[in-house]
């Protein structure tokens, strides 16, 4: 039998067609996992989150930090009193978030304990709330 070029064209799309079949079902086979499952919902609310933003913007003194005993410390600056909630969630799996509710009543701010926090990219996110407005502040860190 000889090998010509409709030999040749056969085995090409075979090749093709059960390359991309291949391609198919390895994709079906990775887990999509989205970082929030209401994203959409937050999306809606865009303008309140820019306002929450501009607020904690105009605070002076704010900080938070991720002490060595697994602790996230966070100081309000001038603000005396307040409750909230830190959320911190890891972008690649959405079953190692940890949520957080604080309050605080004076100007040291608070002591949040974090276990088992993995090593990895982290974001943090705060949102509190003095009574009069509500403030929300986000960073990203990397656990060494």
């Given at each position: 039998m000889n090998f010509n070029w409709g030999h040749g064209l056969v085995v090409f799309f075979s090749i093709f067609v059960s390359s991309l079949v291949m391609?198919?079902?390895k994709s079906r086979q990775v887990p999509i996992n989205l970082v929030k499952s209401d994203y959409y919902v937050d999306?809606?609310?865009?303008?309140?989150?820019?306002?929450?933003?501009?607020?904690?913007?105009?605070?002076?003194d704010f900080s938070y930090e991720l002490t060595a005993d697994q602790k996230l410390s966070?100081?309000?600056?001038?603000?005396?009193?307040?409750?909230?909630?830190?959320?911190?969630?890891?972008?690649?799996?959405?079953?190692?978030?940890?949520?957080?509710?604080?309050?605080?009543?004076?100007?040291?701010?608070?002591?949040?304990?974090?276990?088992?926090?993995?090593k990895g990219l982290w974001k943090v996110i705060i949102q509190w709330t003095d009574g009069e407005k509500d403030y929300i502040f986000e960073d990203r860190f990397v656990k060494p």
């Open positions: 391609v198919v079902v999306d809606l609310a865009l303008e309140t989150l820019l306002e929450k933003r501009r607020n904690q913007s105009a605070i002076k966070i100081r309000f600056g001038d603000r005396t009193n307040g409750q909230g909630v830190a959320l911190l969630y890891r972008p690649s799996d959405e079953k190692m978030d940890h949520t957080l509710d604080f309050e605080f009543s004076d100007s040291t701010g608070v002591q949040l304990a974090v276990p088992n926090l993995q």
